[in-house]
């Protein structure tokens, strides 16, 4: 048997999600060292040692990659978010200033640690493709049932929890969109410690 053959039968022979997931994995590094635009799917399929013919098996285009990719980016995001809203032993404002937190450390890590998936993030919120527009989706759920559980509990006092948590949620955009963190971080906005601050003292019951 040739290598050659050894290779296609490899291939042949993984599970369908096992080789979506190594294609994935090698998209995300391409795109993490040369840029998105720059990688090609040939690019990709020549580092699987697989034919661009197999990568188009799995995504339809280019595009469908760059997609699955940032799909990848925002679930780790959304599965922080997760955590700090469930954090055990603190209250729904202690739990709100930690997802507002981590989604700005996430935002900030992306961009000094890995520039172009930064750039990549920032044209697909910009483009506002549909896996973004799910991600600000899953982020709002989040902030109205915290809003919600702080009404319940009687913390917050509020007419509408809803839209308070809207209000939140746009007053957070400044720490959380890609451009403004990598265009403008030094653009005269207060510190994120203090905008949390502000919001929260909008949400509390007044004495």
């Excluded at 197999?54 to 997609?67: D, L, P, T, W």
Aim: with cysteine.
């Amino acid at each position: 048997m040739t290598r050659a053959v050894a290779i296609v039968r490899d291939i042949s022979e993984e599970s369908a999600p096992t080789t979506r997931c190594r294609i994935l994995a090698t998209a995300e590094e391409a795109f993490r060292l040369i840029g998105y635009q720059k990688t090609t799917v040939a690019d990709i399929a020549k580092t699987l040692r697989m034919s661009p013919a197999n990568v188009y098996r799995f995504f339809e285009s280019k595009k469908a990659i760059h997609e699955a990719v940032i799909q990848r980016l925002m679930d780790d995001t959304e599965q922080r978010v997760a955590l700090a809203a469930v954090a055990p032993g603190r209250n729904a404002a202690q739990r709100i200033a930690g997802v507002i937190t981590v989604m700005h450390q996430a935002c900030v890590e992306r961009c000094e640690a890995n520039p172009r998936l930064h750039e990549m993030v920032e044209a697909a919120i910009t483009e506002s493709w549909d896996v973004c527009r799910a991600h600000v989706d899953a982020i709002g759920s989040v902030l109205r049932r915290l809003v919600q559980e702080g009404v319940d509990t009687g913390e917050f006092e509020v007419a509408d929890p809803a839209i308070a948590a809207a209000c939140i949620h746009t007053g957070i955009i400044r720490y959380c969109h890609p451009a403004l963190v990598s265009h403008y971080p030094d653009a005269g906005a207060p510190p994120v410690a203090a905008m949390i601050d502000f919001l929260l003292g909008s949400l509390r019951r007044k004495a």
